[in-house]
Protein backbone atom coordinates (compact mmCIF):
# COMPACT_ATOMS: atom_id res chain seq x y z
CA UNK A 1 0.00 0.00 0.00
CA UNK A 2 1.12 3.67 -0.28
CA UNK A 3 0.33 6.06 2.43
CA UNK A 4 0.88 9.59 1.25
CA UNK A 5 0.39 11.60 4.40
CA UNK A 6 0.28 15.85 4.93
CA UNK A 7 1.90 16.58 8.18
CA UNK A 8 2.52 19.12 10.24
CA UNK A 9 5.07 18.79 13.31
CA UNK A 10 3.94 17.49 16.49
CA UNK A 11 0.65 15.90 16.05
CA UNK A 12 1.29 15.09 12.52
CA UNK A 13 4.41 13.04 13.42
CA UNK A 14 2.21 11.31 16.31
CA UNK A 15 -0.26 9.97 13.69
CA UNK A 16 2.37 9.26 11.12
CA UNK A 17 3.87 6.48 14.27
CA UNK A 18 0.02 5.32 14.72
CA UNK A 19 -0.06 4.57 10.53
CA UNK A 20 3.59 2.85 10.90
CA UNK A 21 2.20 0.79 13.53
CA UNK A 22 -0.74 -0.22 11.60
CA UNK A 23 0.75 -0.77 8.48
CA UNK A 24 3.03 -3.61 7.18
CA UNK A 25 6.50 -3.18 6.82
CA UNK A 26 6.35 -3.42 3.39
CA UNK A 27 3.71 -0.58 2.60
CA UNK A 28 5.40 2.92 1.80
CA UNK A 29 4.54 6.02 3.72
CA UNK A 30 5.27 9.05 2.16
CA UNK A 31 4.97 12.37 4.33
CA UNK A 32 4.51 15.95 2.30
CA UNK A 33 5.69 18.02 5.55
CA UNK A 34 4.70 21.75 5.98
CA UNK A 35 7.16 24.26 5.46
CA UNK A 36 5.68 27.01 6.04
CA UNK A 37 6.29 27.72 9.63
CA UNK A 38 10.09 28.06 8.40
CA UNK A 39 12.31 30.81 9.25
CA UNK A 40 15.89 32.01 9.06
CA UNK A 41 17.24 32.65 12.29
CA UNK A 42 20.50 34.38 12.76
CA UNK A 43 21.18 33.40 9.01
CA UNK A 44 20.51 29.83 9.89
CA UNK A 45 17.11 28.34 8.16
CA UNK A 46 14.90 26.46 10.62
CA UNK A 47 12.79 24.14 9.36
CA UNK A 48 10.52 22.90 12.47
CA UNK A 49 7.89 20.85 11.05
CA UNK A 50 10.36 18.62 8.89
CA UNK A 51 12.45 18.28 11.66
CA UNK A 52 10.02 17.34 14.38
CA UNK A 53 8.78 14.42 11.56
CA UNK A 54 12.30 13.25 11.33
CA UNK A 55 13.10 13.46 14.54
CA UNK A 56 10.31 11.78 16.20
CA UNK A 57 10.21 8.87 13.77
CA UNK A 58 13.99 8.36 13.90
CA UNK A 59 14.31 8.30 17.69
CA UNK A 60 15.93 11.81 18.01
CA UNK A 61 12.80 13.96 19.62
CA UNK A 62 12.63 15.00 23.11
CA UNK A 63 9.57 13.06 23.36
CA UNK A 64 8.11 15.24 26.42
CA UNK A 65 8.65 18.49 24.71
CA UNK A 66 7.61 17.19 21.65
CA UNK A 67 9.95 19.12 19.73
CA UNK A 68 13.49 19.77 19.42
CA UNK A 69 16.23 16.67 20.20
CA UNK A 70 16.52 14.49 23.27
CA UNK A 71 19.51 15.11 25.59
CA UNK A 72 19.73 18.96 24.47
CA UNK A 73 21.42 21.80 25.96
CA UNK A 74 20.87 25.75 25.17
CA UNK A 75 24.67 26.79 25.61
CA UNK A 76 24.55 28.35 22.19
CA UNK A 77 21.08 30.24 22.71
CA UNK A 78 22.24 31.40 26.27
CA UNK A 79 25.24 33.13 23.92
CA UNK A 80 22.96 34.55 21.71
CA UNK A 81 20.69 35.99 24.49
CA UNK A 82 24.40 37.86 25.65
CA UNK A 83 25.35 38.87 22.53
CA UNK A 84 21.81 40.49 22.47
CA UNK A 85 20.59 39.33 19.15
CA UNK A 86 16.86 39.33 18.19
CA UNK A 87 14.73 36.14 18.03
CA UNK A 88 16.60 34.07 20.88
CA UNK A 89 12.66 33.58 21.76
CA UNK A 90 13.18 30.80 19.54
CA UNK A 91 13.98 27.37 20.95
CA UNK A 92 17.42 26.62 19.60
CA UNK A 93 19.35 23.64 21.58
CA UNK A 94 23.06 22.71 20.78
CA UNK A 95 21.99 19.51 18.90
CA UNK A 96 19.40 20.74 17.04
CA UNK A 97 21.55 24.00 15.50
CA UNK A 98 23.76 21.30 14.16
CA UNK A 99 20.69 20.25 11.96
CA UNK A 100 20.32 24.00 10.76
CA UNK A 101 24.13 24.48 10.18
CA UNK A 102 24.61 22.09 7.92
CA UNK A 103 20.80 22.27 6.18
CA UNK A 104 21.98 26.52 5.94
CA UNK A 105 25.56 25.21 3.94
CA UNK A 106 23.44 23.45 1.58
CA UNK A 107 21.42 25.18 0.90
CA UNK A 108 23.63 27.98 0.63
CA UNK A 109 25.65 26.14 -1.72
CA UNK A 110 22.59 25.73 -3.91
CA UNK A 111 20.75 22.93 -2.84
CA UNK A 112 17.18 23.04 -2.97
CA UNK A 113 15.41 22.04 0.28
CA UNK A 114 14.71 18.60 -0.67
CA UNK A 115 17.77 17.34 -1.23
CA UNK A 116 18.83 18.59 1.49
CA UNK A 117 16.18 16.79 3.35
CA UNK A 118 17.17 14.01 2.00
CA UNK A 119 21.02 14.07 2.56
CA UNK A 120 19.78 14.92 6.69
CA UNK A 121 17.54 12.08 6.36
CA UNK A 122 20.65 9.32 4.85
CA UNK A 123 21.78 10.22 8.95
CA UNK A 124 18.64 9.52 10.41
CA UNK A 125 17.19 6.91 8.09
CA UNK A 126 13.18 7.60 9.30
CA UNK A 127 11.24 4.21 8.27
CA UNK A 128 8.79 7.30 5.37
CA UNK A 129 9.74 8.80 2.47
CA UNK A 130 9.96 12.51 4.03
CA UNK A 131 9.29 15.03 1.33
CA UNK A 132 9.02 19.52 1.98
CA UNK A 133 6.28 20.47 0.46
CA UNK A 134 7.87 22.75 -1.83
CA UNK A 135 11.67 23.82 -2.34
CA UNK A 136 10.48 27.50 -2.75
CA UNK A 137 10.23 30.02 0.07
CA UNK A 138 6.62 30.02 1.91
CA UNK A 139 6.13 31.75 5.13
CA UNK A 140 3.14 31.73 7.30
CA UNK A 141 2.42 35.22 8.38
CA UNK A 142 0.17 36.58 10.55
CA UNK A 143 -1.48 40.29 10.55
CA UNK A 144 -2.25 41.11 14.64
CA UNK A 145 -1.79 44.27 16.51
CA UNK A 146 1.54 44.80 18.32
CA UNK A 147 1.75 48.20 20.78
CA UNK A 148 -1.25 49.41 18.77
CA UNK A 149 -0.03 49.06 15.48
CA UNK A 150 -1.60 46.52 13.26
CA UNK A 151 1.39 44.80 11.54
CA UNK A 152 2.36 41.54 10.19
CA UNK A 153 4.98 39.15 11.76
CA UNK A 154 6.19 35.76 10.68
CA UNK A 155 4.23 32.98 12.11
CA UNK A 156 6.86 32.04 14.71
CA UNK A 157 6.86 35.28 16.25
CA UNK A 158 3.08 35.13 16.70
CA UNK A 159 3.12 31.47 18.10
CA UNK A 160 5.87 31.07 20.40
CA UNK A 161 7.38 34.80 21.21
CA UNK A 162 3.58 35.88 21.47
CA UNK A 163 2.25 32.27 22.84
CA UNK A 164 -0.48 33.03 20.12
CA UNK A 165 -2.12 35.43 22.49
CA UNK A 166 -2.17 38.81 20.44
CA UNK A 167 -4.90 39.34 17.61
CA UNK A 168 -5.41 37.07 14.35
CA UNK A 169 -6.52 39.56 11.40
CA UNK A 170 -5.58 37.97 8.95
CA UNK A 171 -3.35 34.74 7.78
CA UNK A 172 -0.97 34.74 4.24
CA UNK A 173 1.07 32.02 2.85
CA UNK A 174 3.72 34.15 1.71
CA UNK A 175 4.77 32.70 -1.72
CA UNK A 176 2.54 30.12 -1.76
CA UNK A 177 0.74 31.52 -4.68
CA UNK A 178 3.73 31.32 -7.21
CA UNK A 179 5.52 27.71 -5.35
CA UNK A 180 6.12 24.32 -7.04
CA UNK A 181 5.40 20.89 -5.40
CA UNK A 182 8.95 20.21 -4.61
CA UNK A 183 10.06 16.96 -6.21
CA UNK A 184 7.84 13.75 -5.62
CA UNK A 185 5.20 15.27 -3.69
CA UNK A 186 2.54 15.77 -6.83
CA UNK A 187 3.59 12.03 -7.86
CA UNK A 188 3.24 10.60 -4.21
CA UNK A 189 0.04 11.97 -3.87
CA UNK A 190 -1.16 10.66 -7.62
CA UNK A 191 -0.12 7.13 -6.87
CA UNK A 192 -1.34 6.89 -3.17
CA UNK A 193 -3.83 4.22 -2.53
CA UNK A 194 -5.04 6.35 0.47
CA UNK A 195 -4.01 10.31 1.18
CA UNK A 196 -4.09 10.87 5.06
CA UNK A 197 -4.58 14.40 6.91
CA UNK A 198 -2.96 13.86 10.04
CA UNK A 199 -4.79 16.07 13.19
CA UNK A 200 -2.92 18.93 12.57
CA UNK A 201 -3.48 22.89 12.56
CA UNK A 202 -5.91 23.43 9.65
CA UNK A 203 -4.45 26.88 9.01
CA UNK A 204 -0.87 26.95 9.49
CA UNK A 205 -0.11 23.33 8.67
CA UNK A 206 -2.52 21.68 6.62
CA UNK A 207 -3.67 24.98 5.03
CA UNK A 208 -0.21 26.36 3.64
CA UNK A 209 0.32 22.53 2.06
CA UNK A 210 -2.70 22.41 -0.05
CA UNK A 211 -2.36 26.53 -0.74
CA UNK A 212 -0.28 25.22 -3.33
CA UNK A 213 -1.95 24.90 -6.20
CA UNK A 214 -0.16 21.89 -7.83
CA UNK A 215 -0.31 19.76 -3.91
CA UNK A 216 -4.15 20.64 -4.09
CA UNK A 217 -4.77 19.63 -8.03
CA UNK A 218 -3.05 16.22 -6.84
CA UNK A 219 -5.28 15.98 -3.86
CA UNK A 220 -8.41 17.16 -5.78
CA UNK A 221 -7.50 14.56 -8.91
CA UNK A 222 -5.74 11.74 -6.88
CA UNK A 223 -7.86 8.32 -7.44
CA UNK A 224 -6.86 7.76 -3.46
CA UNK A 225 -9.78 8.48 -0.79
CA UNK A 226 -8.36 11.67 1.26
CA UNK A 227 -9.19 11.04 5.22
CA UNK A 228 -8.65 13.47 7.69
CA UNK A 229 -8.92 13.32 11.55
CA UNK A 230 -10.14 16.45 13.55
CA UNK A 231 -7.30 18.75 15.57
CA UNK A 232 -10.08 20.09 17.85
CA UNK A 233 -11.98 17.33 20.04
CA UNK A 234 -14.89 19.40 21.87
CA UNK A 235 -14.19 22.92 21.27
CA UNK A 236 -10.56 23.34 21.78
CA UNK A 237 -7.47 22.46 20.12
CA UNK A 238 -5.83 18.97 21.23
CA UNK A 239 -2.51 20.35 21.07
CA UNK A 240 -1.20 23.82 20.88
CA UNK A 241 -2.85 27.08 20.20
CA UNK A 242 -5.14 26.92 17.62
CA UNK A 243 -8.11 28.20 19.05
CA UNK A 244 -6.73 31.89 18.70
CA UNK A 245 -5.60 31.54 15.37
CA UNK A 246 -9.29 29.87 14.05
CA UNK A 247 -11.28 32.41 15.79
CA UNK A 248 -9.42 35.44 14.34
CA UNK A 249 -10.35 34.02 11.30
CA UNK A 250 -13.92 32.95 12.14
CA UNK A 251 -13.30 29.51 11.38
CA UNK A 252 -15.95 27.44 14.29
CA UNK A 253 -13.54 25.90 17.05
CA UNK A 254 -15.09 22.28 16.52
CA UNK A 255 -14.26 19.34 14.49
CA UNK A 256 -17.45 19.99 11.73
CA UNK A 257 -16.20 23.58 11.45
CA UNK A 258 -12.36 22.32 10.26
CA UNK A 259 -14.04 19.55 8.16
CA UNK A 260 -16.11 23.01 6.82
CA UNK A 261 -13.06 24.97 6.14
CA UNK A 262 -10.87 21.92 4.30
CA UNK A 263 -14.24 21.45 2.04
CA UNK A 264 -15.48 17.95 0.35
CA UNK A 265 -13.32 17.01 -2.67
CA UNK A 266 -17.05 16.83 -4.54
CA UNK A 267 -17.36 20.47 -3.76
CA UNK A 268 -13.49 21.74 -4.21
CA UNK A 269 -11.71 20.90 -0.82
CA UNK A 270 -9.88 18.39 0.14
CA UNK A 271 -11.76 16.03 2.02
CA UNK A 272 -13.09 12.12 1.75
CA UNK A 273 -13.48 11.52 5.13
CA UNK A 274 -13.13 12.63 8.34
CA UNK A 275 -12.50 11.35 11.51
CA UNK A 276 -14.36 13.09 14.78
CA UNK A 277 -13.58 12.23 18.37
CA UNK A 278 -16.28 10.08 19.86
CA UNK A 279 -17.97 13.29 22.21
CA UNK A 280 -18.30 14.62 18.79
CA UNK A 281 -20.10 11.75 17.92
CA UNK A 282 -23.25 14.52 17.49
CA UNK A 283 -21.92 16.07 14.43
CA UNK A 284 -20.96 13.24 12.40
CA UNK A 285 -24.10 14.87 10.82
CA UNK A 286 -22.79 17.89 10.05
CA UNK A 287 -19.38 16.61 8.59
CA UNK A 288 -21.97 14.50 6.68
CA UNK A 289 -23.89 17.06 5.45
CA UNK A 290 -21.00 18.66 3.88
CA UNK A 291 -20.32 15.79 1.35
CA UNK A 292 -17.82 14.28 3.56
CA UNK A 293 -17.80 10.71 5.14
CA UNK A 294 -17.64 10.91 8.79
CA UNK A 295 -16.76 8.44 12.18
CA UNK A 296 -16.51 9.10 15.21
CA UNK A 297 -13.60 7.19 17.30
CA UNK A 298 -11.35 8.02 20.14
CA UNK A 299 -8.69 10.88 18.59
CA UNK A 300 -6.47 11.72 21.91
CA UNK A 301 -3.51 10.51 20.63
CA UNK A 302 -2.27 9.48 24.42
CA UNK A 303 0.22 6.35 23.25
CA UNK A 304 1.20 4.64 20.32
CA UNK A 305 -1.80 2.16 20.37
CA UNK A 306 -4.45 5.08 20.50
CA UNK A 307 -2.01 6.45 17.39
CA UNK A 308 -2.32 2.73 15.56
CA UNK A 309 -6.15 2.45 16.37
CA UNK A 310 -6.50 6.08 14.98
CA UNK A 311 -4.76 5.56 12.31
CA UNK A 312 -7.10 1.82 11.45
CA UNK A 313 -9.74 4.21 11.66
CA UNK A 314 -8.28 6.28 9.19
CA UNK A 315 -7.92 3.38 6.93
CA UNK A 316 -10.95 1.80 7.50
CA UNK A 317 -12.94 4.81 6.69
CA UNK A 318 -10.61 5.83 3.10
CA UNK A 319 -11.77 2.24 2.47
CA UNK A 320 -15.25 2.61 2.74
CA UNK A 321 -14.85 5.62 0.87
CA UNK A 322 -12.75 4.64 -1.54
CA UNK A 323 -15.57 1.93 -2.92
CA UNK A 324 -18.27 4.39 -2.74
CA UNK B 1 50.75 55.89 26.57
CA UNK B 2 49.65 54.37 23.55
CA UNK B 3 50.64 51.19 22.74
CA UNK B 4 50.15 49.12 19.86
CA UNK B 5 50.46 45.73 19.93
CA UNK B 6 50.01 42.82 16.57
CA UNK B 7 49.06 39.86 18.04
CA UNK B 8 48.52 36.20 16.97
CA UNK B 9 46.29 33.90 19.55
CA UNK B 10 47.44 32.35 22.82
CA UNK B 11 50.63 33.15 23.16
CA UNK B 12 49.33 36.92 22.05
CA UNK B 13 46.91 36.90 24.56
CA UNK B 14 48.66 36.32 27.40
CA UNK B 15 51.91 38.60 26.62
CA UNK B 16 48.72 41.38 26.19
CA UNK B 17 47.52 40.60 29.78
CA UNK B 18 51.06 41.37 30.77
CA UNK B 19 50.67 44.46 29.36
CA UNK B 20 47.43 45.26 30.85
CA UNK B 21 48.91 44.45 34.41
CA UNK B 22 52.60 46.44 33.70
CA UNK B 23 50.75 49.63 32.27
CA UNK B 24 48.20 52.05 33.81
CA UNK B 25 44.15 52.16 33.41
CA UNK B 26 44.55 55.16 31.16
CA UNK B 27 47.09 53.69 29.20
CA UNK B 28 45.41 53.36 25.83
CA UNK B 29 46.41 49.45 24.30
CA UNK B 30 45.09 48.59 20.93
CA UNK B 31 45.72 45.36 19.52
CA UNK B 32 45.35 44.64 15.57
CA UNK B 33 44.84 40.77 15.50
CA UNK B 34 46.18 37.98 12.95
CA UNK B 35 42.97 37.09 11.01
CA UNK B 36 44.95 34.92 8.14
CA UNK B 37 43.90 31.76 10.68
CA UNK B 38 40.23 32.28 9.77
CA UNK B 39 38.47 30.11 8.44
CA UNK B 40 34.80 29.67 6.79
CA UNK B 41 33.78 26.01 9.07
CA UNK B 42 29.71 24.86 7.70
CA UNK B 43 29.36 28.42 6.25
CA UNK B 44 30.06 29.73 9.38
CA UNK B 45 33.07 32.36 9.56
CA UNK B 46 35.82 31.76 12.57
CA UNK B 47 38.14 34.02 13.49
CA UNK B 48 40.33 32.27 15.98
CA UNK B 49 42.50 34.63 17.11
CA UNK B 50 40.33 37.73 17.19
CA UNK B 51 38.31 35.39 19.52
CA UNK B 52 41.00 34.23 21.63
CA UNK B 53 42.29 37.58 22.22
CA UNK B 54 38.61 38.65 22.62
CA UNK B 55 37.68 35.66 24.69
CA UNK B 56 40.66 35.78 27.19
CA UNK B 57 41.03 39.78 27.79
CA UNK B 58 37.42 39.60 29.39
CA UNK B 59 37.24 36.59 31.27
CA UNK B 60 35.71 34.51 28.35
CA UNK B 61 38.42 31.63 27.95
CA UNK B 62 39.05 28.28 28.82
CA UNK B 63 42.22 28.97 30.62
CA UNK B 64 43.28 25.22 30.86
CA UNK B 65 42.70 24.96 27.18
CA UNK B 66 43.88 28.44 25.82
CA UNK B 67 40.84 28.69 23.30
CA UNK B 68 37.62 28.29 23.09
CA UNK B 69 35.18 29.54 25.62
CA UNK B 70 35.09 28.12 29.80
CA UNK B 71 31.99 25.85 30.66
CA UNK B 72 31.80 24.66 27.52
CA UNK B 73 30.04 21.39 25.61
CA UNK B 74 29.89 20.42 22.09
CA UNK B 75 27.04 18.56 21.23
CA UNK B 76 26.71 20.47 18.30
CA UNK B 77 29.89 19.00 16.87
CA UNK B 78 29.22 15.69 17.89
CA UNK B 79 26.12 15.84 15.70
CA UNK B 80 27.73 17.91 13.09
CA UNK B 81 30.23 14.66 13.13
CA UNK B 82 27.42 12.20 13.11
CA UNK B 83 26.10 14.23 9.67
CA UNK B 84 29.39 13.14 7.89
CA UNK B 85 30.07 16.79 7.52
CA UNK B 86 33.70 17.87 6.89
CA UNK B 87 35.85 20.11 8.95
CA UNK B 88 35.06 18.57 12.34
CA UNK B 89 38.37 18.24 13.28
CA UNK B 90 38.09 21.46 14.08
CA UNK B 91 36.96 22.46 18.01
CA UNK B 92 33.69 24.01 17.66
CA UNK B 93 32.37 24.55 20.91
CA UNK B 94 28.20 25.22 21.16
CA UNK B 95 28.97 28.68 23.32
CA UNK B 96 31.27 29.54 21.37
CA UNK B 97 29.25 28.17 18.42
CA UNK B 98 27.11 31.69 18.70
CA UNK B 99 30.31 33.99 18.03
CA UNK B 100 30.90 32.24 14.88
CA UNK B 101 27.09 33.10 14.13
CA UNK B 102 26.23 36.51 14.88
CA UNK B 103 29.66 37.13 13.38
CA UNK B 104 28.22 35.05 10.32
CA UNK B 105 24.68 37.09 10.21
CA UNK B 106 26.54 40.22 10.34
CA UNK B 107 29.16 39.97 8.02
CA UNK B 108 26.04 38.50 5.33
CA UNK B 109 24.20 41.40 6.05
CA UNK B 110 27.28 43.47 4.75
CA UNK B 111 28.81 44.51 7.76
CA UNK B 112 32.97 44.86 7.69
CA UNK B 113 34.54 42.30 9.85
CA UNK B 114 35.95 45.14 11.92
CA UNK B 115 32.26 46.46 12.93
CA UNK B 116 31.41 43.01 13.51
CA UNK B 117 34.14 42.63 16.00
CA UNK B 118 33.55 45.82 17.94
CA UNK B 119 30.16 44.90 18.35
CA UNK B 120 31.12 41.14 19.63
CA UNK B 121 33.43 43.43 21.85
CA UNK B 122 30.26 45.20 23.03
CA UNK B 123 29.52 42.71 24.95
CA UNK B 124 32.67 41.38 26.18
CA UNK B 125 33.90 44.51 26.78
CA UNK B 126 37.80 43.85 26.59
CA UNK B 127 40.00 46.58 28.35
CA UNK B 128 42.00 47.18 25.13
CA UNK B 129 40.68 48.34 21.88
CA UNK B 130 40.78 45.12 19.44
CA UNK B 131 41.09 45.40 15.50
CA UNK B 132 40.75 42.81 13.05
CA UNK B 133 43.85 43.13 10.65
CA UNK B 134 41.70 43.90 7.87
CA UNK B 135 38.09 44.11 6.46
CA UNK B 136 39.49 41.94 3.74
CA UNK B 137 39.45 38.03 3.72
CA UNK B 138 43.12 36.74 4.10
CA UNK B 139 43.83 33.10 5.02
CA UNK B 140 46.87 31.63 5.08
CA UNK B 141 47.63 28.19 2.83
CA UNK B 142 50.23 26.07 3.09
CA UNK B 143 51.77 23.99 0.74
CA UNK B 144 52.62 20.54 1.83
CA UNK B 145 52.54 16.35 0.37
CA UNK B 146 49.40 14.79 1.57
CA UNK B 147 48.81 10.99 0.10
CA UNK B 148 52.05 11.65 -2.28
CA UNK B 149 49.77 14.43 -4.14
CA UNK B 150 51.83 18.26 -3.28
CA UNK B 151 48.77 20.49 -2.51
CA UNK B 152 47.77 23.62 -0.53
CA UNK B 153 45.88 23.32 2.57
CA UNK B 154 44.17 25.98 5.00
CA UNK B 155 46.44 26.68 7.70
CA UNK B 156 43.67 25.49 10.35
CA UNK B 157 43.71 21.76 8.27
CA UNK B 158 47.63 21.86 8.42
CA UNK B 159 47.60 22.99 12.73
CA UNK B 160 44.46 20.88 13.74
CA UNK B 161 43.79 18.50 11.55
CA UNK B 162 47.32 17.17 10.62
CA UNK B 163 49.01 18.80 13.65
CA UNK B 164 51.49 20.45 11.79
CA UNK B 165 52.90 16.95 11.43
CA UNK B 166 53.50 16.87 7.85
CA UNK B 167 55.83 18.77 5.16
CA UNK B 168 55.49 22.32 4.67
CA UNK B 169 56.92 23.60 1.34
CA UNK B 170 55.86 27.06 1.31
CA UNK B 171 53.51 29.38 3.05
CA UNK B 172 50.98 31.66 0.95
CA UNK B 173 49.54 34.49 2.64
CA UNK B 174 46.25 34.18 0.68
CA UNK B 175 44.99 37.79 -0.11
CA UNK B 176 47.20 39.69 1.62
CA UNK B 177 48.84 41.31 -1.50
CA UNK B 178 45.75 43.55 -2.18
CA UNK B 179 44.22 43.50 0.89
CA UNK B 180 43.86 46.95 3.03
CA UNK B 181 44.10 47.40 6.69
CA UNK B 182 41.14 47.52 8.61
CA UNK B 183 39.41 50.96 9.73
CA UNK B 184 41.87 52.33 12.76
CA UNK B 185 45.21 49.79 12.27
CA UNK B 186 47.26 52.66 10.67
CA UNK B 187 46.60 55.39 12.69
CA UNK B 188 47.00 52.99 15.93
CA UNK B 189 50.76 52.40 14.85
CA UNK B 190 51.29 55.96 13.30
CA UNK B 191 50.64 57.39 16.38
CA UNK B 192 51.46 54.73 19.21
CA UNK B 193 53.99 55.49 21.71
CA UNK B 194 55.12 51.96 21.42
CA UNK B 195 54.79 49.02 19.27
CA UNK B 196 55.03 45.55 20.84
CA UNK B 197 55.07 42.41 18.98
CA UNK B 198 54.10 39.59 21.34
CA UNK B 199 55.85 35.92 20.98
CA UNK B 200 53.30 34.52 18.48
CA UNK B 201 54.30 32.69 15.79
CA UNK B 202 56.24 35.32 13.16
CA UNK B 203 55.46 32.79 10.19
CA UNK B 204 51.43 32.70 10.71
CA UNK B 205 50.55 35.24 13.48
CA UNK B 206 53.16 38.17 13.39
CA UNK B 207 53.87 37.43 9.28
CA UNK B 208 50.40 38.14 7.98
CA UNK B 209 49.58 41.16 9.85
CA UNK B 210 52.72 42.87 8.46
CA UNK B 211 52.23 40.90 5.15
CA UNK B 212 49.56 43.87 4.35
CA UNK B 213 51.55 46.46 2.99
CA UNK B 214 49.77 49.18 4.81
CA UNK B 215 50.68 47.56 7.85
CA UNK B 216 54.43 47.05 7.03
CA UNK B 217 55.19 50.55 5.97
CA UNK B 218 53.18 51.81 9.38
CA UNK B 219 55.21 49.74 11.20
CA UNK B 220 58.57 50.69 9.15
CA UNK B 221 57.32 54.29 9.22
CA UNK B 222 55.63 55.10 13.19
CA UNK B 223 58.02 56.94 14.89
CA UNK B 224 57.17 54.42 17.80
CA UNK B 225 60.15 52.10 18.76
CA UNK B 226 58.85 48.39 18.08
CA UNK B 227 59.85 45.81 20.19
CA UNK B 228 58.80 41.96 20.33
CA UNK B 229 59.44 38.87 21.99
CA UNK B 230 60.88 35.97 20.80
CA UNK B 231 58.48 32.88 20.70
CA UNK B 232 61.50 29.97 20.22
CA UNK B 233 63.07 29.68 23.48
CA UNK B 234 66.32 27.13 22.74
CA UNK B 235 65.56 25.15 19.67
CA UNK B 236 61.92 24.74 20.34
CA UNK B 237 58.21 27.36 20.09
CA UNK B 238 57.08 28.24 23.66
CA UNK B 239 53.62 27.06 22.66
CA UNK B 240 52.22 24.79 19.89
CA UNK B 241 54.31 23.58 16.89
CA UNK B 242 56.00 26.13 15.02
CA UNK B 243 58.92 24.14 14.57
CA UNK B 244 57.68 22.45 11.70
CA UNK B 245 56.84 25.18 10.14
CA UNK B 246 60.10 27.10 10.34
CA UNK B 247 62.05 24.16 10.01
CA UNK B 248 60.08 23.66 6.65
CA UNK B 249 60.72 27.56 5.61
CA UNK B 250 64.46 27.16 6.45
CA UNK B 251 63.90 29.83 9.05
CA UNK B 252 66.29 29.32 12.27
CA UNK B 253 64.59 27.84 15.08
CA UNK B 254 65.94 30.30 17.57
CA UNK B 255 65.38 33.24 19.14
CA UNK B 256 67.99 34.63 17.08
CA UNK B 257 66.15 32.92 13.57
CA UNK B 258 63.25 35.00 14.27
CA UNK B 259 64.56 38.52 14.78
CA UNK B 260 66.17 37.70 11.45
CA UNK B 261 63.28 36.82 9.93
CA UNK B 262 61.94 39.71 11.05
CA UNK B 263 64.54 41.92 9.89
CA UNK B 264 65.82 45.49 11.49
CA UNK B 265 63.75 48.39 10.70
CA UNK B 266 66.88 50.04 9.98
CA UNK B 267 66.70 46.96 6.86
CA UNK B 268 63.45 47.37 6.17
CA UNK B 269 62.14 44.51 8.77
CA UNK B 270 59.95 45.45 11.33
CA UNK B 271 62.29 45.51 14.84
CA UNK B 272 64.07 48.06 16.79
CA UNK B 273 64.60 45.56 19.89
CA UNK B 274 64.08 41.82 20.54
CA UNK B 275 63.69 40.10 23.83
CA UNK B 276 65.28 36.73 24.27
CA UNK B 277 64.96 34.14 26.71
CA UNK B 278 67.60 34.99 29.44
CA UNK B 279 68.79 31.02 28.58
CA UNK B 280 69.66 32.50 25.14
CA UNK B 281 71.74 35.37 26.03
CA UNK B 282 74.49 33.63 24.05
CA UNK B 283 72.22 35.33 20.96
CA UNK B 284 71.95 39.08 22.26
CA UNK B 285 75.19 39.91 20.28
CA UNK B 286 73.81 38.09 16.93
CA UNK B 287 70.90 39.81 16.86
CA UNK B 288 72.33 43.16 18.15
CA UNK B 289 74.16 42.27 14.57
CA UNK B 290 71.21 42.07 12.92
CA UNK B 291 70.99 45.94 13.91
CA UNK B 292 67.83 45.67 16.55
CA UNK B 293 68.60 45.85 20.07
CA UNK B 294 68.18 42.48 22.28
CA UNK B 295 68.03 41.92 25.89
CA UNK B 296 67.76 38.59 27.53
CA UNK B 297 65.04 38.03 29.88
CA UNK B 298 62.74 35.55 31.28
CA UNK B 299 59.97 34.87 28.52
CA UNK B 300 58.35 32.06 30.05
CA UNK B 301 54.96 33.32 30.52
CA UNK B 302 54.11 31.02 33.46
CA UNK B 303 51.79 33.21 35.39
CA UNK B 304 50.34 36.80 35.01
CA UNK B 305 53.35 37.96 37.00
CA UNK B 306 55.88 36.80 34.61
CA UNK B 307 54.08 38.33 31.72
CA UNK B 308 53.44 41.60 33.46
CA UNK B 309 57.41 41.38 33.98
CA UNK B 310 57.57 40.31 30.53
CA UNK B 311 55.87 43.40 29.17
CA UNK B 312 57.33 45.61 31.49
CA UNK B 313 61.20 44.19 30.20
CA UNK B 314 59.79 45.01 26.58
CA UNK B 315 58.53 48.56 27.83
CA UNK B 316 61.92 49.22 29.16
CA UNK B 317 63.53 47.65 25.81
CA UNK B 318 61.35 50.16 23.74
CA UNK B 319 62.08 53.20 26.04
CA UNK B 320 65.80 52.31 25.39
CA UNK B 321 65.49 52.09 21.70
CA UNK B 322 63.25 55.37 21.50
CA UNK B 323 65.75 57.54 22.90
CA UNK B 324 68.62 56.13 20.91
Redesign the interface.
Known sequence: MRIAVLSGGIGGSRFIQGILAAVEPTDQVTVIANTADDITL???RVCPDLDTVMYTLSGGIDTARGWG?Q???W??????E????DQTWFGL???D???H??R??ML?RGAPLSEVTSA?CE?WAPPVHLLPMTDDVVETHIQTTLDDDKRWIHFQEFWIKHKAAIPVHAVDIRGAATARAAPGVVDAIAHADVVLIPPSNPVVSIGPIVAIGEIRDAVQSTSAPVVGASPIIGDSAVRGMANQLLDGLSIRVSAAGVAEFHGSRSAKGILDGWLVDESDASQVADVERLGIAARAVPLWMTDLDACRRMAQDALALAETVGRS
Open positions: FGLRDETHAKEELRYGVGDRLATVVTMNLR
